[in-house]
């Protein structure tokens, strides 16, 4: 009896045992199935997103008419710039001027000690004055000697000496005059004036100074600076733009007029300016041809050496088609925009034309209405889809704005 209760108990322990693995197979096939559905959720493919279209700023390509202007830098010099020398030996004793300052065509400028000079002027008066009495007595001579020679009072080799010494005493007479007047002239040039209204520079001699020794001493220089030369060099390229449009005129008068100058400062000089002489051959150094443009100065704002830039309206381009210059990119001289069509861009090289403030002509490659990329250009890239917006407009610069705060 005991032993079949022991029996029944070990049964009914297997029994459990049995359960109890049954159920371990269980949980580890089902921890088996969610590990491998884990693994395989891990393992898959992200489903792909499109990319978002790169944003850009177009403008539409803009058509007006547009003024063509010549650019020059030039220097500017005095309409008339005098050399005031010294024409004769001596000490100088007075300047008479304020350096730097005008001066009117006549006035005084400089004294040299002109005692010495009216030294030689009397001498040269006492010298034509013995020069006047030989020859009075030459005269004397021969009207004395013609009617005794008749009665054959006198030889004739007599009349003959007083003819010679009357002809040798005109000819003393004639260079004491010369002589007298050259004393005069040079003690003249003892006083210095100026030739004309303008300008004086610095003096480069003062009081004391000996001038005019072996040479025609430099004293100073007087420019007339109203009228006043802008001096430009035209390119033989601008030159032949130029007398190409109408061949007719070479070598008239220029008629050009209403020239903007502007300042080292940046400020536009108020008088305009018109074009003077044109030189005759292209300086071979430079490339250039010479051309003098005049302008008013009534109130001296110009001085001579003064550099600025002239512009000249040469003609009015009807119908331009202008972009951008940030629309514009250049590689190795070739220069291309950005044309978006629909929501596509395309690279297309175009033929600039000259610069309008902040917009470039472009003569070829564009059509009216199109529109170019302004802002965006260093992210985008030959036929990418983009989506475009109208390029907001620059704010207005505040009034008083300083430059540090402007950038």
């Known amino acids: 009896m005991a032993w079949l209760l022991l029996g029944d108990g070990m049964l009914s322990l297997c029994r459990k045992k049995d359960e109890a693995m049954r159920a371990d197979r269980g949980q580890t096939i089902i921890a088996a199935v969610v590990a491998a559905a884990a693994l395989n959720a891990a393992c898959a493919k992200p489903a792909a997103i499109a ?44 300047v008479n001027f304020r350096e730097g300052s005008f001066v009117r065509k006549g006035e005084l400028l400089y004294q040299i000690d002109p005692k010495p000079l009216e030294a030689a002027l009397a001498q040269a008066k006492a010298d034509l004055a013995t020069a006047r009495a030989r020859l009075e007595k030459a005269n004397n001579d021969v009207a004395r000697y013609t009617p005794l020679v008749a009665k054959q009072a006198v030889s004739q080799q007599e009349l003959d000496n007083a003819r010679a010494a009357q002809d040798a005493g005109r000819s003393q007479v004639e260079a004491g005059n010369a002589a007298v007047d050259k004393a005069t002239l040079d003690l003249g040039y003892t006083r210095v004036f100026s030739p004309i209204n303008g300008l004086v520079g610095i003096t480069q001699v003062k009081p004391g100074n000996l001038v005019g020794r072996g040479e025609s001493t430099l004293l100073t220089t007087v420019s007339q600076i109203d009228p006043i030369i802008f001096h430009v060099g035209v390119s033989e390229a601008d030159y032949l733009r130029v007398a190409k449009r109408d061949p007719s005129r070479a070598g008239a008068e220029p008629r050009a007029g209403g020239i903007q100058l502007t300042l080292a400062d940046g400020t536009v000089y108020p008088e305009m300016g018109r074009v003077g002489p044109v030189e005759r051959a292209v300086n071979a150094a430079t490339g250039t041809l010479g051309i003098q443009l005049l302008f008013s100065n009534p109130d001296s704002v110009l001085r001579p050496g003064q550099y600025g830039r002239a512009r000249i309206l040469l003609d009015t381009k009807a119908g331009a088609l202008l972009v951008p210059q940030r629309a514009v990119q250049e590689l190795q001289s070739l220069y291309s925009v950005a044309v978006v069509s629909g929501d596509k861009v395309a690279f297309r090289n175009v033929k600039v034309g000259p610069r309008v403030d902040t917009l470039w002509v472009i003569e070829e490659g564009l059509k009216p209405g199109e529109q170019v ?22 704010p207005p610069s505040r009034t008083g704005e300083s430059s540090a705060d402007a950038r």
């Open 373 to 394: 990329v302004a802002e965006g250009l260093q992210a985008i890239g030959d036929g990418m889809t983009v989506r475009a917006k109208p390029l907001p407009p620059s």
């Open 51 to 94: 990319p978002q279209p790169t944003e850009v700023y177009v403008v539409n390509v803009l058509q007006k008419d547009v003024p063509e202007y010549l650019d020059l830098v030039g220097q500017t010099q005095g309409f008339q710039d005098v050399e005031i020398r010294a024409r004769v030996e001596g000490f100088l004793e007075t």
